[in-house]
C-alpha cells in the first residue's frame, strides 16, 4: 500500500492534502495450480490486500465497486472471495457502466438487482455522480469503497472515471476509497495524444489527462486526489501491484484476461483502442459486431484506396490491411464495410492515438462519404474541437500531434509524480 501523495505541479490549477494509509502489504503467495502459480507473474492489490489479511478492511462495512474483471489469479471473483471471508464485511456491491455482470452494451448498465451468488445487494453507479452517487453509498450503509477493475489505458474508457466519480462521493458522504492496483495492459511507459479541455468535460473525460495516459487505476486515482479532488479529497488508500514494470503489456503478467466490457475482446482489441475508437465520433464502423471490435474500421463504399493511403503515412508499428466485415450490430449492421484491418508488428513503436489520427486524415480524404457525427462526439473523445477542426483544414499527421504537444508535456510532468512503478 502507498502514501497518496499531493500534486506539486498543480495541473488545473488545484492544490491539497489527501488521506494518509498504512504500511506495506507482503507479496502474496503463488496459488497452487496453472497459471497462477506462476513465479514471475504480477501479484494485482487484491493478492496483496488478501496477503496482509484484509487488514485495509477491517473493522469496516465494504462495498465493492467492480465487473466481471474483478478476479483473482486463478479466475475467482473477489465478490465472492471477500463474502466467504468471515475477516470482511461486505455488505454492498456496486456496477460501473455494462454493469457488475458485464451483461450490458455500451451507453447501458445491469440497473439494481441483488446477487443470486451471494444475496448481496447491487447498486448502479452509471451515469451517477456528486451528491447523487453519495446518497447511494450512505443508503447502501458502507464505511468503505473498494474499486477493482481492469482499464485499458485510454482516457474515455468510462471506468477510470467511475473511479473518479466514486472519490468524490465518498468524500461528500465521508467514506474511505481503497484502490487495489492492476495493469495498464498496454504499458505505462508513456502517454500520448491530446489532453482535455475542461469545457469538454464528460463521462468520457471529466478532467485534463492525455488521451492515452499510460497510467494504472492506482496511480490515477493518486493524481485525481492531489490534482483534481483537492478542495474536498477523500480518504485513499492503495494496494499497489508487484512484478509490475512500466514497459509490460498484458501478455507478460501471467494474469488471465477478463473481457472489461463486450466489446474488448482481447489486449490486442486494448492496443488498438486508444486510437480506433475515435471513429465513434464519425459515420465509419468502428468494428462493434464483429469478431474483432476496433481492429477494424469502416463503412459501405469504402475501397482499397484507404488502406494504401494509410500504409503510405509511415506510421510506426504497424500495417493497414484492406479489410471486409459485416457488422451484426451498431452502424452498418447487415451491410458489407469496406476498410482496414490493423495489424501492429512492433508493440513498443506504436502510437495508437497517432495511427487513429492518421486514420481519420486518410478517411477523409479518400473517401467521399466520410461525416463527422452530428452531435461532435469526436470533439469529446479528442477534449476540444482542434482535432477536428485540424482534419477538416487538411492539415496531416505530425501538424495535428503538434497542436497537442505542450499541453501533452504538461501533463507528462505531472503524471511523473504519481507513478509508483519503475
Known amino acids: 500500500m502507498t502514501l497518496s501523495r499531493r500534486g506539486v505541479l498543480g495541473l488545473a490549477g488545484a492544490m491539497g492534502a489527501v488521506g494518509a494509509v498504512g504500511a506495506s502489504a507482503p507479496s502474496a503467495a ?86 443470486p451468488a451471494t444475496g448481496l445487494p447491487v447498486w448502479d453507479t452509471y451515469d451517477k455522480s456528486g451528491q447523487r452517487l453519495a446518497d447511494v453509498f450512505t443508503a447502501a450503509g ?14 474515455f474508457y468510462t471506468y477510470i472515471w467511475t473511479l473518479y466519480d466514486c472519490m468524490r462521493a465518498a468524500a461528500l458522504a465521508d467514506k474511505a476509497v481503497v484502490v487495489l492496483d492492476r495493469p495498464n495492459p498496454v504499458g505505462g511507459r508513456r502517454a500520448a495524444g491530446p489532453v482535455l479541455q475542461r469545457s469538454y468535460a464528460s463521462f468520457v473525460g471529466r478532467e485534463p489527462i492525455a488521451l492515452a495516459h499510460g497510467m494504472t487505476a492506482a496511480e490515477l486515482a493518486l493524481l485525481f ?54 471513429f465513434e465520433g464519425t459515420n465509419l464502423s468502428e468494428g462493434r459486431g464483429t469478431t474483432t471490435p476496433f481492429e477494424v474500421v469502416g463503412a459501405e463504399g469504402i475501397d482499397r484506396r484507404w488502406a494504401e493511403a494509410a500504409n503510405a503515412l509511415g506510421v510506426p508499428g504497424v500495417w493497414f490491411r484492406e479489410a471486409y466485415f459485416t457488422p451484426t450490430f451498431s452502424k452498418h449492421a447487415g451491410k458489407v464495410c469496406g476498410g482496414i484491418r490493423l495489424i501492429v508488428h512492433d508493440r513498443e513503436a506504436f502510437d495508437p492515438v497517432r495511427a487513429g489520427i492518421g486514420l481519420l486524415v486518410t478517411a477523409r480524404r479518400t473517401w467521399s462519404g466520410f461525416a463527422w457525427r452530428e452531435d461532435h462526439w469526436i470533439d469529446r473523445l479528442t477534449g476540444s474541437d482542434r482535432v477536428r477542426t485540424l482534419v477538416d483544414s487538411g492539415a496531416g499527421v505530425e501538424e495535428i500531434a503538434g ?20
Open 403 to 422: 497542436d497537442w504537444a505542450a499541453g501533452l508535456a504538461r501533463f507528462e510532468a505531472v503524471r511523473g509524480e504519481y507513478l509508483l512503478y519503475g
Open 142 to 155: 458502507i464505511d468503505t469503497v473498494v474499486f477493482d477493475i481492469q482499464d485499458v489505458g485510454a482516457r
Open 225 to 278: 486526489n492531489g490534482e483534481f479532488l483537492a478542495d474536498r479529497p477523500v480518504r485513499l488508500r492503495t494496494v499497489d501491484m508487484t512484478g509490475w514494470r512500466r514497459e509490460s503489456f498484458f501478455d507478460a503478467t501471467g494474469l488471465p484476461w477478463i473481457p472489461p466490457s463486450p466489446n474488448m475482446p482481447t489486449p490486442d482489441t486494448a492496443l488498438a483502442y486508444a486510437g480506433t475508437c475515435l
Open 30 to 115: 503463488p496459488a497452487d495450480r496453472g497459471r497462477a502459480g506462476r513465479a514471475d507473474r504480477v501479484r494485482t492489490g487484491f493478492e496483496r490486500l488478501a496477503a496482509d489479511g484484509y487488514a485495509a478492511l477491517a473493522g469496516q462495512r465494504v462495498g465493492v465497486v467492480t465487473n466481471p474483471t474483478g478476479i483473482t489469479a486463478d479466475a475467482r471473483h473477489l465478490v465472492d472471495v471477500l463474502h466467504a471471508d468471515e475477516r470482511v464485511n461486505l455488505v454492498a456491491v456496486f456496477g460501473p457502466e455494462h454493469g457488475f455482470r458485464g451483461t450490458a452494451q455500451a451507453g447501458n448498465s445491469e440497473g439494481a438487482s441483488r446477487d
